[in-house]
């Protein structure tokens, strides 16, 4: 399953970045994500819970980041096995380029499955995968709207 687009964040190229780096921002976005922390420079680990059609689990993902053009673009590739549940392998490119309302968040991404999740049916998966990165844009919106508006507050705060 392939998929690609972009979107308007009306954020400074650099505010979008540092969020695509942080950990907790991310795992806050990804719908159902219950754990995300980088364990080393380029990895990350964590746990999510998701319901695709009759299939509902807890699965963990291994995530790691590479052709990194600091400011601008990487790549990130993403594994987790589900048990019986089958498994998900993942590749997603980002690229960041500055337009007049903010930054264009530029995406795209190649997802393959196995086991139980493959028999869905590539419809019903296909439609809740445009449906999770939906879902992680607005989230991830949201929480880059939620730090910056706190740091505004803080700095026009009175001492």
């Known amino acids: 399953m392939e998929l690609s687009?972009?979107?308007?964040?009306?954020?400074?190229?650099d505010v979008v970045w540092q969020s695509l780096y942080d950990a907790e921002t991310m795992?806050?976005?990804?719908?159902?994500?219950?754990?995300?922390e980088w364990i080393s420079e380029n990895e990350l680990q964590g746990k999510?819970?998701?319901?695709f059609g009759p299939v509902k689990a807890?699965?963990?993902i291994n995530l790691s980041v590479s052709d990194v053009e600091e400011f601008?673009?990487?790549?990130?590739?993403?594994?987790?096995?589900?048990?019986?549940?089958?498994?998900?392998?993942?590749?997603?490119?980002?690229?960041?380029?500055?337009v007049d309302e903010g930054c264009e968040l530029f995406y795209e991404a190649g997802v393959k499955m196995g086991g139980k999740l493959a028999q869905i049916g590539s419809r019903l998966m296909s439609s809740a995968a445009r449906k999770?990165?939906?879902?992680?844009?607005?989230a991830f919106f949201a929480e880059i709207?939620?730090?910056?508006?706190?740091?505004t507050d803080q700095e026009q705060e009175p001492d």
């Open 5 to 13: 687009g972009s979107t308007i964040v009306p954020y400074p190229r």
């Open 27 to 36: 795992r806050r976005s990804i719908s159902g994500c219950i754990e995300l």
């Open 48 to 51: 999510i819970k998701k319901k």
């Open 58 to 60: 807890t699965f963990p």
């Open 72 to 98: 601008e673009s990487y790549t990130m590739q993403g594994s987790s096995k589900g048990g019986s549940f089958g498994y998900v392998n993942g590749e997603a490119r980002f690229k960041l380029v500055d």
């Open 132 to 138: 999770i990165v939906g879902d992680f844009f607005e």
């Open 145 to 151: 709207e939620s730090q910056n508006s706190s740091e």
